[in-house]
């Protein structure tokens, strides 16, 4: 996989993540496990990328 597809499917779960911020801000507690998850999952990618472009770099 490359580092552009990887860096693409990040900004696709921030995105989708943007909807339930607005319904954990308007108070739904439900909404913010799930932009939680979609961080959790984001910090992991980025420890990919950071690996692969390491990995490519040597």
């Known amino acids: 996989m490359s580092v552009e597809t990887m860096l693409q499917g990040m900004i696709d779960t921030l995105t989708d993540a943007m909807k339930d911020a ?27 990328v950071r690996k692969k472009v390491q990995d490519d770099r040597n």
Do not use: F, W
């Open 22 to 48: 607005a319904k954990h801000d308007k108070g739904v507690n439900a909404a913010g496990t799930r932009v939680r998850k979609a961080m959790q999952s984001i910090k992991a990618s980025a420890q990919d």
